[in-house]
């Protein structure tokens, strides 16, 4: 069993940077795929970012492309999510995850774990 624990996340004027960190403990996450997902209110919840277990993969969603970067520090047990240039649109509750799998994917019925979200809110 692996536990997700996301922090960073708070109000931030539009224009501004975030950096959210996701901390797996229970056992090592060096092997697995790592993601980012967000829930706008009303809204379904969305794919944002994933990197590959090695970090030599990413993917991200286009409307986050150029603007965010997720990383990770295995050493550390740490998948990042660093946010720039953030829009009002970006206000959401941000979920890290985890699949035990090398193949990178943008589908949340695919992770199988899960962090307990952080609220990311963009003022206009």
């Known amino acids: 069993q692996v536990q997700l624990v996301e922090s960073g996340g708070g109000l931030v004027q539009a224009g501004g940077s975030l950096r959210l960190s996701c901390a797996a403990s229970g056992r090592t996450i060096s092997r697995d795929t790592m993601a980012w997902f967000r829930q706008r209110a009303g809204k379904e919840r969305e794919f944002v970012a994933a990197?590959?277990?090695?970090?030599?993969?990413?993917d991200y969603a286009d409307s986050v492309k150029g603007r965010f970067t997720i990383s990770r520090d295995n050493a550390k047990n740490t998948v990042y999510l660093q946010m720039n240039s953030l829009k009002p649109e970006d206000t959401a509750v941000y979920y890290c995850?985890?699949?035990?799998?090398?193949?990178?994917?943008?589908?949340?019925?695919?992770?199988?774990?899960w962090g307990q979200g952080t609220q990311v809110t963009v003022s206009s």
């Open positions: 990197i590959s277990w090695s970090g030599g993969r990413t």
């Open positions: 995850a985890a699949r035990s799998s090398a193949l990178v994917v943008t589908v949340s019925l695919a992770y199988d774990y």
